[in-house]
């Protein structure tokens, strides 16, 4: 475990009564905690402004399994970008509805590339891109 430093913060009354409902609403223990996951999140967005850099995420995609074409486009894609893709998971929703989460790990600008390309997809209803990080400066 990395050697913890204490710090003070001042900060307005009303912002913190705000800061102290989110914590219990989140379920932190401790302000500390709340505070570091915000540098956090903070820095993992940071990281996501430099292309070049490495990440790691996933796109969540719903699309309909019927519209014709669209599951080989789908295939032809993830081979495309097979480098960054880890793995990908399939979840039927219903009779035309499919799930799919697709874990990247890669240069940031390919990452896009990818989540650009499924978007545009016929028949895709929804895709989005959760950010994380490889975790090695946070």
């Keep these: ?10 900060i ?5 009564d705000r800061f ?9 223990k401790t302000r500390s905690q709340a505070i570091r ?6 820095l993992v967005k940071e990281e996501w402004l430099k292309s070049r850099e490495a ?5 969540i995609m719903v699309y309909d399994h019927h519209q014709r074409e669209l599951m ?6 993830q081979h495309h970008h097979q480098e960054i893709i880890i793995s990908s998971q399939h979840i039927h929703l219903d009779r ?3 799930l799919e989460v697709i874990v990247v ?21 929804h895709a989005s891109l959760a950010k994380s990080t490889l975790g090695r400066d946070i």
Excluded: P, Q, W
């Excluded at 990440?55 to 796109?59: E, K, M, P, S």
């Design 1 to 10: 475990m990395e050697r913890l430093k204490r710090f003070g913060v001042s």
């Design 12 to 16: 307005e009354e009303k912002l913190l």
């Design 20 to 28: 102290d409902r989110y914590i219990k609403k989140t379920r932190f």
């Design 37 to 42: 996951d915000l540098i956090r999140k903070e």
């Design 55 to 59: 990440a790691a995420g996933a796109i």
């Design 72 to 77: 080989d486009n789908l295939v032809h894609l």
């Design 96 to 98: 035309r509805m499919c």
């Design 105 to 125: 790990k890669g240069r940031i600008d390919k990452v896009y590339a990818l989540e650009a390309e499924l978007k545009a997809a016929k028949g895709v209803k």
